[in-house]
Nanobody, 126 residues
């Protein structure tokens, strides 16, 4: 079992920045590819970004490329999502998820992830 806890959500004006963190516990963190997803009210959960277990490959949804950066620290069992130039359409609950080294790493598919955090709210006002 892996437990994931997100933090860092909040409210910000458009153009602002937030940094989300996800702390993992329970198993060896480097065994897992990690992803961030989000879900806005009335919408399906969508992939935002992901990072391979080694940290050498990152993936981004087109909607956040150039604005969001995912990173991980395996020694601290943490994965972060730096969000810059935030837009009102980024408003959602953001979830951290862990995939046990799936090969290939189908990073954008929620179904491949084995563990999920409880989510953290991000609200961007115009």
């Amino acid at each position: 079992q892996v437990q994931l806890i997100e933090s860092g959500g909040g409210s910000v004006q458009a153009g602002g920045s937030l940094r989300l963190s996800c702390t993992a516990s329970g198993r060896t963190f480097s065994n897992y590819n990690m992803g961030w997803f989000r879900q806005a009210p009335g919408k399906e959960r969508e992939s935002v970004a992901a990072i391979a277990w080694s940290g050498d490959r990152t993936y981004y949804a087109d909607s956040v490329k150039g604005r969001f950066t995912i990173s991980r620290d395996n020694a601290k069992s943490m994965v972060d999502l730096q969000m810059n130039s935030l837009k009102p359409e980024d408003t959602a609950v953001y979830y951290c998820a862990a995939d046990e080294r799936g090969v290939p790493f189908r990073w954008s598919l929620a179904a491949v992830y084995d563990y999920w955090g409880q989510g953290t709210q991000v609200t961007v006002s115009s």
